[in-house]
């Protein structure tokens, strides 16, 4: 019910191109919802905001986190873009007036995810990384296996390819590594 508020605010916010992302990966992630077992409000919500704070600077996303008391660790020091989830996630609840934990959770976690991330923060994950208009291999391949295979051997895949591909990276969350072995206890193939 506030998409078109959520859209005029990202349009103040973000280049054209990751508002684009945004309502695609809201969009992708709302025909999985029922397929996920997640409420289709809370994914389309979490799906237009994970990236609500992409276009700020490293230099101010670490002010914020620190302005919002947030924990960060040694490789978010590193990289700071990966406080855009948790800033994002900060500023939804504060100033959006947005309480629910899972969409809270999701949009925090969209990056890395984390052992225990629910079905939310799983989905908005998933679709980050594969949403219609990703045009890397993997992201093709994650879509056929949600058609295919289904939600759960999607989620092993993308987090098994997010974190492949991170270890190229100079610095890997170590997030993402406790996130993959989750999954694949949580989803064994």
């Avoid at 992630?29 to 609500?52: C, N, Q, R």
Wanted: aromatic residues 10%; hydrophobic residues 40%; proline residues 5%.
């Amino acid at each position: 019910s506030r998409y078109k508020e959520f859209l005029e605010l990202l349009r103040e916010v973000l280049p054209e191109d990751k508002v684009s992302h945004s309502i695609f990966v809201a969009e992708y992630a709302a025909s999985l919802a029922v397929k996920a077992g997640v409420p289709h409000d809370e994914i389309v919500t979490a799906g237009m905001l994970h990236d609500l704070c992409r276009a700020q600077s490293g230099e101010v996303l670490l002010a914020r986190a620190r302005g919002y008391g947030l924990d960060i660790s040694e490789t978010a020091l590193q990289v700071p873009m990966l406080l855009h989830g948790p800033v994002a996630a900060e500023e939804c609840r504060e100033e959006l007036g947005i309480e629910d934990e899972d969409v809270y959770n999701a949009i925090y976690w969209h990056t890395t995810g984390r052992p225990g991330l629910g079905r939310t923060g799983q989905l908005l994950y998933l679709a980050d990384f594969c949403e219609p208009t990703r045009k890397f291999p993997e992201a093709a391949r994650a879509r056929a296996i949600v058609r295919e295979k289904g939600f759960e051997a999607a989620m092993r895949y993308v987090a098994r390819a997010k974190f492949e591909f991170l270890q190229s990276k100079t610095v890997v969350d170590p997030a993402a590594e406790d996130f993959l072995h989750w999954i694949e206890q949580v989803y064994p193939a």
